[in-house]
T-cell receptor, first 115, second 113 residues
């Protein structure tokens, strides 16, 4: 399978703990995105990378959230001091380079439950 | 606003009928629009896209229509099948030098056998 891969698929954690998620994009895609989705809602943009550079972060993104893409390949999303409101599906997507936008290819997400 | 809006949250159609899912977008500067399908437990899957210099684009059993005058997007699915049951999202790229894609809340399509 050469699609976008996310790990883990599910994570249950206690409030106050830190969690880290990993995303492996499609290999020839240089853009990588993180989204968050809650039940009944569309994906909400969090941040995106072009190669290793983080080019945009949502102004709604708490400073407890940090994302990295150190070598321009896989990416990690860390949430520090988790809160119950962080419970959601965290989706990673990648896309080809090109002006004017290109379709996102999503992984199947990491479902986070904060108890 | 940040989210692309929707006319209907749910749509129920008979198998074999055509489905039309509508969407209103808010940013007149958006130049690229995409429809995604999301099945339970999976990430959104690309269906079809259209750029602002077009008003219609056809794929296999799907057609996207774009009306920039009223900022309206629609997805037409021909001969709807049970496998089409899913949540459908329209999305836009409000190009401002970046490549952020903004999603609406989605329409759930139920296909009755």
């Amino acid at each position: 399978d050469t699609g976008v891969s996310q790990d883990p698929r599910h994570k249950i954690t206690k409030r106050g703990q830190n969690v880290t998620f990993r995303c492996d994009p499609i290999s020839e895609h240089n853009r990588l995105y993180w989204y968050r989705q809650t039940l009944g809602q569309g994906p909400e943009f969090l941040t995106y990378f072009q190669n290793e550079a983080q080019l945009e972060k949502s102004r709604l993104l708490s400073d407890r959230f940090s994302a990295e893409r150190p070598k321009g390949s896989f990416s990690t999303l860390e949430i520090q001091r988790t809160e119950q409101g962080d419970s959601a599906m965290y989706l990673c997507a990648s896309s080809l380079p090109g002006t004017g936008g290109s379709p996102l290819h999503f992984g199947n997400g990491t479902r986070l439950t904060v108890t | 606003g940040e989210n692309v809006g929707l006319h209907l949250p749910t749509l129920s159609v008979q198998e074999g009928d055509n489905s039309i899912i509508n969407c209103a977008y808010s940013n007149s500067a958006s130049d690229y629009f995409i429809w995604y399908k999301q099945e339970s437990g999976k990430g959104p899957q690309f269906i079809i896209d259209i750029r602002s210099n077009m008003d219609k684009r056809q794929g296999q059993r799907v057609t996207v229509l774009l009306n920039k005058t009223v900022k309206h997007l629609s997805l037409q699915i021909a001969a709807t099948q049970p496998g089409d049951s899913a949540v459908y999202f329209c999305a836009e790229n409000p190009y401002t030098g970046g490549f952020k894609t903004i999603f609406g809340a989605g329409t759930r399509l139920f296909v009755k056998a």
